[in-house]
């Protein structure tokens, strides 16, 4: 009995033996069966690059000024008698604006009256004196040098009432400047002087800084690169140094204020420097902007948004580009519909696009999406 166990077992275990061998035998037979990679390969949307035409936005910090700013200045020496005026206010042209102690000056001017005075007592004089001898020459009772003579004091008279008056003249005129009056209207800046102060035309500082800010320029540096390419239009505007044209002309530019909101209204470039800036590569540009809601004062602060169009370039969607570490890399796929990671150079962007100078070709075919998916040399079934 124990033998016919025994028996039974051995053969169990040659069959165990028998299947396992013919599995191994199996599986190394379909092993050597290859499979198309082609067939596996993950199915991913691509673009085909092509060429468009690009508008890029140009920025430039820029500083306002008023299109007016005067420095207000005594023109006479003397005690800051009274401020009509306050910081920040508005006045309009011929408005005053400050007052000098004008009782030296008046003094002076009724001396000058009063000497204008004498002067023409003494012309008045020599006058009669020159009648008074007339009658006297025709019935040859003097000798006519006397009459050459009062005719020679005349004239000195006449001369030194001309200068009397002038000096009247001139002594009204500082009189005048006691009162100190806006030349154009605007806007009052800081006020270093207080009433009691000695002011006098030699001074550093002055009163006050008036600004007609009815129109503001902002001035900004360009790029000598920035200012070939525009000078392509070959469009006129006026050259500050040579005043003539420069050929150059931009276009409308976009003021963005300094709490980054957008001004309204559209400015316009109107004047190019004629000289680059050796320091800094720079050409200094000034655009002008109406201001008549008054946003804008001198002093302030902006950027200035310039629009280029470039015809004919390369553009790819941004979404569709990967970084690593600073170089921008897109996936692409070669004729036999392999995976290559390449390399890009951008220049700007336009919209959602990437501007793409170097590293694509028209007919490159770039894939959009599934970039964690991939490997270089891996197959993708593309989907237009």
Do not use: W
Request: aromatic share 6%.
């Amino acid at each position: 009995m124990i033998t016919s166990k025994k028996t039974v077992l051995i053969a169990i275990s040659a069959l165990i033996m028998i299947g396992t061998l013919i599995g191994i035998n199996s599986c190394n037979m379909g092993s050597t069966k290859k499979l198309d990679p082609k067939e596996n390969a993950l199915a991913l949307p691509i673009i085909t690059v092509d060429t468009a035409t690009a508008i890029t936005v140009k920025d430039y910090i820029g500083n306002i000024e008023g299109k007016i700013n005067v420095e207000i200045r005594p023109q006479v020496e003397g005690i800051l008698e009274k401020i009509f005026v306050d910081e920040g206010s508005f006045v309009h042209e011929g408005q005053p604006l400050f007052q000098v102690d004008a009782l030296p000056y008046q003094e002076i001017l009724n001396n000058m009256i009063a000497t204008e005075n004498v002067e023409k007592a003494k012309l008045k004089n020599a006058k009669l004196e020159i009648d008074r001898l007339k009658p006297l020459i025709d019935n040859e009772v003097i000798a006519e040098v006397q009459l050459e003579t009062a005719k020679a004091n005349y004239e000195i008279a006449r001369a030194s009432l001309a200068k009397a008056s002038a000096a009247v003249a001139s002594a009204q005129i500082n009189l005048n400047y006691t009162i100190i009056k806006a030349p154009v209207s605007g806007y009052i800046g800081r006020m270093p002087k207080r009433i009691g102060n000695l002011v006098s035309k030699s001074d550093k500082e002055p009163l006050t800084v008036l600004s007609d800010v009815s129109e503001v320029y902002v001035y900004f540096g360009m790029s000598e690169s920035d200012f070939l390419y525009f000078s392509k239009d070959n469009k006129t505007i006026t050259d500050s140094t040579t005043a003539k044209s420069n050929g150059t002309m931009l276009p409308e530019v976009t003021l963005i204020l300094a709490d980054g909101h957008e001004y309204a209204e559209k400015g316009k470039v109107d004047m190019i420097n004629g000289q680059v800036n050796r320091t800094t590569g720079s050409i200094s540009v000034r655009a002008s902007f109406p201001n008549s809601k008054d946003v804008m004062r001198s002093g302030n602060t902006g950027t200035v948004k310039v629009k280029e169009t470039k015809p004919s370039v390369i553009m790819i969607p941004q979404e569709v580009t990967t970084s690593i570490q600073d170089k921008t890399f897109v996936y692409i796929l070669d004729s036999e519909d392999k995976v290559k990671l390449q390399s890009i150079t951008v220049d700007g962007v336009s919209g959602g696009n990437f501007i793409v100078p170097n590293g694509l070709a028209i007919g490159d075919r770039v894939i959009k999406t599934g970039f964690d998916k991939l490997t270089e040399g891996m197959y993708v079934k593309p989907i237009n």
